[in-house]
Nanobody, 116 residues
Protein backbone atom coordinates (compact mmCIF):
# COMPACT_ATOMS: atom_id res chain seq x y z
CA UNK A 1 0.00 0.00 0.00
CA UNK A 2 1.15 3.53 -0.83
CA UNK A 3 0.06 6.73 0.87
CA UNK A 4 0.49 10.15 -0.72
CA UNK A 5 0.07 13.47 1.05
CA UNK A 6 0.08 16.76 -0.84
CA UNK A 7 0.72 20.23 0.49
CA UNK A 8 1.44 23.71 -0.80
CA UNK A 9 -1.83 24.66 -2.43
CA UNK A 10 -3.43 28.02 -1.93
CA UNK A 11 -4.79 31.12 -3.59
CA UNK A 12 -2.68 33.50 -5.65
CA UNK A 13 -3.17 36.18 -8.24
CA UNK A 14 -2.61 35.66 -11.92
CA UNK A 15 1.12 35.59 -12.56
CA UNK A 16 1.96 34.29 -9.11
CA UNK A 17 3.74 31.12 -8.08
CA UNK A 18 3.11 28.09 -5.91
CA UNK A 19 5.19 25.08 -5.00
CA UNK A 20 3.40 21.79 -4.34
CA UNK A 21 4.92 18.93 -2.40
CA UNK A 22 3.93 15.29 -2.14
CA UNK A 23 5.38 12.93 0.43
CA UNK A 24 5.00 9.21 -0.22
CA UNK A 25 5.06 6.43 2.32
CA UNK A 26 4.40 2.73 2.43
CA UNK A 27 5.58 0.06 0.04
CA UNK A 28 7.28 2.16 -2.62
CA UNK A 29 9.61 -0.33 -4.27
CA UNK A 30 7.20 -1.04 -7.13
CA UNK A 31 6.73 2.62 -8.07
CA UNK A 32 8.22 3.56 -11.42
CA UNK A 33 6.42 6.74 -12.42
CA UNK A 34 4.97 9.64 -10.49
CA UNK A 35 3.54 13.08 -11.04
CA UNK A 36 0.65 15.46 -10.73
CA UNK A 37 -2.88 15.48 -12.07
CA UNK A 38 -5.39 18.26 -11.71
CA UNK A 39 -9.16 18.47 -11.93
CA UNK A 40 -11.30 21.54 -12.43
CA UNK A 41 -14.96 21.48 -11.34
CA UNK A 42 -17.07 19.56 -13.83
CA UNK A 43 -14.06 18.34 -15.79
CA UNK A 44 -12.02 15.18 -15.95
CA UNK A 45 -8.63 14.84 -14.38
CA UNK A 46 -5.71 15.64 -16.64
CA UNK A 47 -2.06 14.76 -16.27
CA UNK A 48 -0.05 17.91 -15.64
CA UNK A 49 3.46 16.55 -15.22
CA UNK A 50 5.22 13.27 -14.63
CA UNK A 51 8.69 12.07 -13.77
CA UNK A 52 10.22 8.62 -13.84
CA UNK A 53 13.00 7.04 -11.81
CA UNK A 54 15.66 8.19 -14.25
CA UNK A 55 14.54 11.80 -13.89
CA UNK A 56 12.95 12.07 -17.32
CA UNK A 57 9.96 14.41 -17.33
CA UNK A 58 6.92 15.18 -19.42
CA UNK A 59 4.41 18.02 -19.24
CA UNK A 60 0.97 18.99 -20.37
CA UNK A 61 1.40 21.33 -23.33
CA UNK A 62 -0.35 24.22 -21.60
CA UNK A 63 2.08 24.23 -18.66
CA UNK A 64 5.36 23.77 -20.53
CA UNK A 65 7.79 26.51 -19.66
CA UNK A 66 5.81 27.45 -16.55
CA UNK A 67 5.78 24.31 -14.39
CA UNK A 68 8.69 22.17 -13.26
CA UNK A 69 8.41 18.74 -11.68
CA UNK A 70 11.24 17.38 -9.57
CA UNK A 71 11.90 14.74 -6.95
CA UNK A 72 13.96 14.12 -3.85
CA UNK A 73 14.35 10.35 -3.74
CA UNK A 74 15.99 10.40 -0.30
CA UNK A 75 12.82 11.93 1.15
CA UNK A 76 10.33 10.08 -1.09
CA UNK A 77 9.02 13.45 -2.16
CA UNK A 78 8.08 15.03 -5.46
CA UNK A 79 7.47 18.69 -6.15
CA UNK A 80 5.68 20.84 -8.65
CA UNK A 81 6.96 24.38 -9.03
CA UNK A 82 4.27 26.45 -10.72
CA UNK A 83 5.13 29.87 -12.10
CA UNK A 84 3.20 32.43 -14.12
CA UNK A 85 -0.06 30.94 -12.93
CA UNK A 86 -3.26 31.56 -14.86
CA UNK A 87 -6.94 31.22 -13.93
CA UNK A 88 -7.09 28.13 -16.13
CA UNK A 89 -4.68 26.45 -13.71
CA UNK A 90 -7.31 26.52 -10.98
CA UNK A 91 -8.33 23.12 -9.68
CA UNK A 92 -7.56 20.37 -7.26
CA UNK A 93 -4.08 19.00 -7.76
CA UNK A 94 -3.51 15.34 -7.01
CA UNK A 95 -0.24 13.61 -6.43
CA UNK A 96 -0.08 10.38 -8.44
CA UNK A 97 2.21 7.35 -8.33
CA UNK A 98 2.13 4.42 -10.72
CA UNK A 99 3.25 0.96 -9.70
CA UNK A 100 4.00 -2.14 -11.72
CA UNK A 101 0.77 -3.97 -12.43
CA UNK A 102 -0.86 -0.70 -13.48
CA UNK A 103 -1.73 0.19 -9.89
CA UNK A 104 -2.50 3.89 -9.48
CA UNK A 105 -2.15 5.66 -6.15
CA UNK A 106 -3.65 9.06 -5.40
CA UNK A 107 -3.25 11.73 -2.80
CA UNK A 108 -6.24 13.49 -1.29
CA UNK A 109 -5.65 16.61 -3.36
CA UNK A 110 -4.71 20.18 -2.63
CA UNK A 111 -6.70 23.16 -3.88
CA UNK A 112 -5.04 25.67 -6.18
CA UNK A 113 -6.99 28.83 -6.93
CA UNK A 114 -5.81 31.53 -9.30
CA UNK A 115 -7.83 34.74 -9.22
CA UNK A 116 -8.63 37.07 -12.13
Amino acid sequence: QVQLVESGGGKVQTGGSLRLSCVASGRLFTIYSMGWYRQAPGKERELVARINLSGATDYLDSVKGRFTISRDSAKDTIFLQMNNLRPEDTGIYYCWHLAYGSENYWGQGTQVTISS
